[in-house]
C-alpha cells in the first residue's frame, strides 16, 4: 500500500535522515571527506527546524548530481565539476503558491485511528510494520479546502450506504478511492472509484443513481461539483480502455488556463499538480530551450501539450507524443481552441502535432524522418518510471538533437539509468552510437511545496 504523497511531506522532511542534514546551500559540498569533515567540526550543524525546506531540498538535489557525476566517472568521463557535482545546480526556484496548491488529490478509503473503516482520507504508517491507517486530510497543508469538502462528503455518503468499503479486494466491499481535481477557473471534477465484484447492471446503475442525487440535489451538492465520474475497477489501476470512466453528471471535461492558454483535461489525463509552480517551469523550459523560428521543438511524454504549446509560438513546430489516448485528444483539442482563439498570442498554434502511443514504439521512426533537418530540441518529462531505453536511443542517434531538457520528479530514480544512457561514450552493445551528450545545468523548481520532493530539469547539449 502506498502512502499518499500529500501527507508524506511534513513526516518524510521530519523524518530525514543524518545523511541529509549535511551545511550549505547555494555552494556546492567539498570534494574530500577531510575537508567536509572540518567544517562540520568548525559550525555547529542547524536543526532541521532551523533550515527552510527549500535548503533541505538543494542539499538532495546536489546529491544526486554528485552521484551522477561520479556514474559517470565510472564510465571514463570526466564530469567532476566544482563540489563534486556534475553540472552547476541552481537555487531552487520556490513555488509562487505554498499552501493548498494541489490541483488533484486522491483519497483512499480505509480504517481510521478510530476503527471506523468508512473513512475517507489518507495513509499514514508502512505495509512493513503493519500500522497503515487512514487519516482525514483536514490538516494537511496542501491539499485546497475544495478536496477536503468533497472527501468529507464522500464519506458521509458511503457511510450512509449499506455497501461495504472495498478494503481489501479479495474480502469484497465496494467503495474505493476519490480523485478530487479543481481549477483555477472554479472547476471541480470527482472521480469515484468502485469495485463491482458481483453486483449486476442493475444495481451497479442503482449505487450510480445513489451518488449522483447525493452530490446534485443532496448534502454533496454543496460541493458543486462540474463533472462527477465513475469508474468499476477491479484492479489498483485502470485506464480508460481498461474500464471507461462514466460521466454521472456534468460536463465531460475541466480547463484550466496556463500562460494565457486554455487548455481542456480529461479525467485520465496529466497536469501539472501545482498550476501556478507549472506555470513558472514552463517558463524556465522556453528560455533554456534557446529556440529559434527553425526549431522543431520535441515534447516527449506531452501529456494535454501544455509545454508544446505554451512554446508552440517560438519554434517552427512542436511535435508531440504521449502514451494516454485521451490526454492526446486533449492536447488536439487545446492546440485547435488555442490557434483559432487566441489570436494575441505572437503566432497562431497550427503548428503542432500530436502523436498517440507510446514513446518508444512512436519515436524512433518519427525522428528517422527528421534526421539531418532543422534543429531540433527535445524536451522530457516522462513518469517516474523514466524513459524507455529504445527512447533514449533513438535521441541519441538522432544528430540533429543538440539540446535536451530532462524534466524529472524523481532524478534519483530510473531517471538515472536515462542520464548515464544519454551521457556514456558510444556502446554498440546498447546501439547507442551518437556522440554523447553532457549535462550543462541542472534548476530545482519547488513544484510540491510541504513535502521532500522537487523537479529537477536538467539541461544537456552536444
Ligand atoms: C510527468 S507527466 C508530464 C506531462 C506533460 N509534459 C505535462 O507537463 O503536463 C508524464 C507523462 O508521460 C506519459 N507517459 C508515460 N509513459 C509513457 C510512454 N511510454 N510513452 C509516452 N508517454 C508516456 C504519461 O501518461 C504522462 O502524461
Known amino acids: 500500500m502506498a502512502l499518499c504523497c500529500a501527507l508524506r511531506p511534513p513526516l518524510a522532511l521530519l523524518s530525514l535522515p543524518a545523511r541529509h542534514r549535511s551545511l550549505g546551500t547555494a555552494t556546492a559540498a567539498p570534494r574530500d571527506g577531510k575537508k567536509k569533515a572540518r567544517v562540520s567540526r568548525s559550525l555547529p550543524e542547524p536543526s532541521w527546524e532551523e533550515r527552510t525546506p527549500l535548503q533541505v ?3 538532495s538535489q546536489k546529491k544526486i548530481l554528485q552521484t551522477l557525476a561520479s556514474r559517470l566517472e565510472e564510465l571514463g568521463i570526466d564530469a567532476q565539476k566544482p563540489g563534486g557535482l556534475c553540472c552547476p545546480l541552481q537555487p531552487v526556484v520556490p513555488s509562487p503558491i505554498i499552501n493548498g496548491y494541489r490541483n488533484k488529490s486522491t483519497f483512499s478509503v480505509n480504517r481510521g485511528p478510530d476503527g471506523n473503516p468508512k473513512t475517507v482520507g489518507l495513509y ?18 496542501n491539499i485546497p479546502s475544495k478536496h477536503k469538502q468533497v472527501a468529507q462528503c464522500y464519506e458521509e455518503f458511503i457511510c450512509h450506504s449499506p455497501l461495504d468499503p472495498c478494503i481489501l479486494f479479495h474480502e469484497g466491499g465496494h467503495w474505493r478511492e476519490l480523485v478530487v481535481r479543481t481549477t483555477r477557473c472554479g472547476h471541480t471534477m470527482a472521480i469515484i ?33 462540474t463533472s462527477l465520474y465513475f469508474q468499476e475497477s477491479t484492479m489498483t489501476r485502470c485506464s480508460h480502455e481498461q474500464s471507461p470512466y462514466q460521466l454521472l453528471h456534468g460536463a465531460p471535461h475541466i480547463f484550466e488556463e496556463l500562460h494565457g492558454l486554455k487548455f481542456r483535461i480529461s479525467p485520465d489525463a496529466f497536469f501539472q499538480v501545482n498550476t501556478a509552480g507549472a506555470e513558472v517551469l514552463y517558463q524556465a523550459v522556453g528560455e533554456l530551450c534557446q529556440a529559434t523560428g527553425d526549431t522543431v521543438l520535441l515534447d516527449i511524454c506531452c501529456g494535454t501539450g501544455t509545454i508544446g504549446l505554451s512554446l508552440a509560438h517560438q519554434v517552427s513546430k512542436v511535435i508531440g507524443v504521449e502514451v494516454v489516448e485521451k490526454a492526446i485528444e486533449d492536447a488536439e483539442w ?35 524522418l527528421w534526421e539531418d533537418a532543422r534543429p531540433l530540441v527535445a524536451v522530457v518529462n516522462p513518469s517516474r518510471a523514466g524513459l524507455h531505453h529504445r527512447v533514449v536511443r533513438a535521441i541519441r542517434n538522432c544528430r540533429s538533437i543538440r539540446r535536451l531538457l530532462y524534466i ?24 547507442l552510437a551518437g556522440e554523447p551528450f553532457v549535462p550543462v545545468l541542472a534548476i530545482p523548481f519547488d513544484m510540491f511545496p510541504h513535502t521532500v520532493h522537487c523537479e529537477l530539469v536538467l539541461l544537456f547539449t552536444r
Open 193 to 225: 472509484t468502485f469495485h463491482p465484484q458481483q453486483l449486476g447492471q442493475e444495481a451497479l446503475a442503482t449505487q450510480k443513481a445513489l451518488l449522483k442525487e447525493f452530490f446534485t440535489c443532496g448534502p454533496g451538492a454543496v460541493c458543486a461539483l
Open 124 to 141: 499514514v504508517g508502512t505495509g512493513r510494520e503493519r500500522n497503515i491507517v487512514c487519516v482525514k486530510a483536514n490538516h494537511v497543508e
Open 57 to 59: 531540498k538543494y542539499e
Open 408 to 431: 524529472s520528479c524523481k532524478p534519483e530514480g530510473e531517471a538515472m539509468r536515462n542520464f548515464l544512457e544519454l551521457c556514456c561514450p558510444p556502446d554498440p552493445q546498447k546501439k
Open 334 to 368: 487545446n492546440a485547435a481552441f488555442n490557434g483559432e482563439f487566441k489570436l494575441t498570442v505572437a503566432k497562431r498554434i497550427s503548428n503542432c502535432e500530436f502523436h498517440s502511443g507510446k514513446a518508444e514504439a512512436v519515436l524512433p521512426q518519427l525522428l528517422a
